[in-house]
């Protein structure tokens, strides 16, 4: 979806009335994102879910429930490891990491539509986009 977003181009949208509306994008990228969200957070927001959803939280609370070690090898001393403690927020390398941090913010991204309903906002990982009159998105981005 990054992809198409980025290929895509920007269509003027005709007003009801004539002429076109004029439209803007932005992107939000939370530096560091991935770390940003608390584990607490994830169950939380993993704990209710429906669906195929719920049969995750077990699975998910085995790796995330309990602070677990990382092994960090040093590059100049390659004999030479250290133990790390990953204590918050999903592991780098896990491949449920991305839909996890997506599960964490969907529930602010929803609050942030209803506010906005004259809005879009596509999210692909941890880039978030506003879609919407010049001067919503302009106002949403400031934020």
Known sequence: MAYLLGASR?????????????IAMGEVDIQNAFNTVSREV???????????LDQ??????SFY???????FSHRSHEDEVSLLSS???????????GALFALA???A???VASEHP????PSLADDTHIVGSLRLSYQLFKL
Do not use: N
Request: hydrophobic residues 40%; charged residues 20%; positive net charge.
């Open 65 to 71: 429930a309990h602070r677990s070690p990382l092994h």
């Open 42 to 52: 994830l169950f939380h927001e993993l704990r209710p879910a429906t669906g195929s």
């Open 118 to 121: 004259l809005c879009l906002f």
């Open 87 to 97: 204590e918050s927020s999903t592991r780098q390398g896990d491949p449920l990491g």
């Open 109 to 111: 991204l929803r609050i």
């Open 105 to 107: 913010q969907l529930r």
């Open 10 to 22: 920007l269509l003027a949208l005709e007003k009801p009335s004539g002429g076109v509306q004029p």
């Open 56 to 61: 995750l939280f077990p699975f998910v609370r």
